[in-house]
C-alpha cells in the first residue's frame, strides 16, 4: 500500500495538496510496485490538529479523480474516518476505506453500502493500557472485525491493523511487532505501517526521509509473521524486500521462474 499524502503537514514531508502533483506521485508509486494507493487528506502526524470534513474533501476528491484518471486499473483507499468523507471518497472511485479510528458503525454503514474493503485500524488516546498491549489491541480489532461482519461485510474484506505509533510508546510498538502472529491468528486479513514511524527513529538515529532501511527490517519481520499488506511510503524498496520475504515464507515465485 503506497502513501499518498493529500497535506501540507505530512510528518515525513512528502504532504502534498495540488490534484496533479498527487497524481504524479501516485503514478511513480503504482509503477514502482504499489498494489494499493492509500489517499489520505488529514496529517495524523503527532500531535495534530483534527480539521473540518470539508476541508478533507476539498483536498481527498480532486485527488482520488486525478489519480483515477492517470492509474485506471490502480486501487484507491481513502484514508478517513469521517463517514461523509469517506462516501463521498467511494462516489468519486475510492476502492476502500482505511480508518485509523477503529470501526465506527456510521463507517461500517459505508463500506457496506459501497460492497468495498475495510480496515479498521487500533487506536485510543493516551498510552495507557490496564493490562497486556498486545491483548488489549487484539481484543480491540476482534470486536471491530465483529461489529464489521455483523453489517454484512464478508470476512475477507476487514483488514486489521494494530495502528504502530497511534496511542502507543515505542516498546509497545516492538512489543506488537514482536507478537504480530497474535494478530494474524484473529483470522483477518492485516495491514501494517511502520514507514518512516518515530520508533525506528529512536532505533536507528535518523530522520523520518532517511528510514528505510529501519523500516524495510520492521516490514520483512511483519510479513515473515503473516502480515497481508504493508503501508508505506518507499514502494520500490518494500516490493524488493517482501519479493525476497515471501520466496522464503510463504514459497511465491516470480511469473517465468526457472529457479
Known sequence: MGIVNATPDSFSGDGLVEPQ??????????????????????????GYRRIDESVELERVLPAIRAI?????RAPISVDTYKPAVARAACAAGADAINSVWGADDALLDVAAEFDVPFVAMHNQDGTHYAGDVVAEVAGYLLD??????????????????????????????????????????????????????????????????????????????????????????????ACQALRVTDAVVRGWRPAGWTG
Do not use: M
Request: a neutral charge; glycine letters at 10%; one cysteine or more.
Open 21 to 46: 502533483l498527487l497524481a504524479d506521485h501516485a503514478e511513480r508509486l503504482w509503477t514502482a510496485g504499489a498494489d494499493i494507493l492509500d489517499v489520505g487528506g488529514e496529517s495524523t502526524r503527532p
Open 68 to 72: 483515477r484518471e492517470r492509474c485506471a
Open 144 to 237: 471491530c472485525a465483529r461489529r464489521a461482519e455483523a453489517k454484512g461485510i464478508a470476512r475477507e474484506r476487514i483488514w486489521l491493523d494494530p495502528g504502530i505509533g497511534f496511542g502507543k510508546t515505542a516498546d509497545h510498538n516492538l512489543a506488537v511487532l514482536q507478537r504480530f502472529s497474535e494478530i494474524v491468528a484473529l483470522g483477518y486479513p492485516t495491514l501494517i505501517g511502520w514507514s518512516r514511524k518515530s520508533t525506528i527513529g529512536k532505533l536507528t538515529g535518523e530522520d523520518a526521509h532517511l528510514r528505510v532501511f529501519g523500516t524495510t527490517a520492521a516490514n520483512v519481520l511483519a510479513a515473515s509473521a503473516g502480515a497481508d499488506i504493508v503501508r508505506v511510503h518507499d514502494v520500490a524498496a
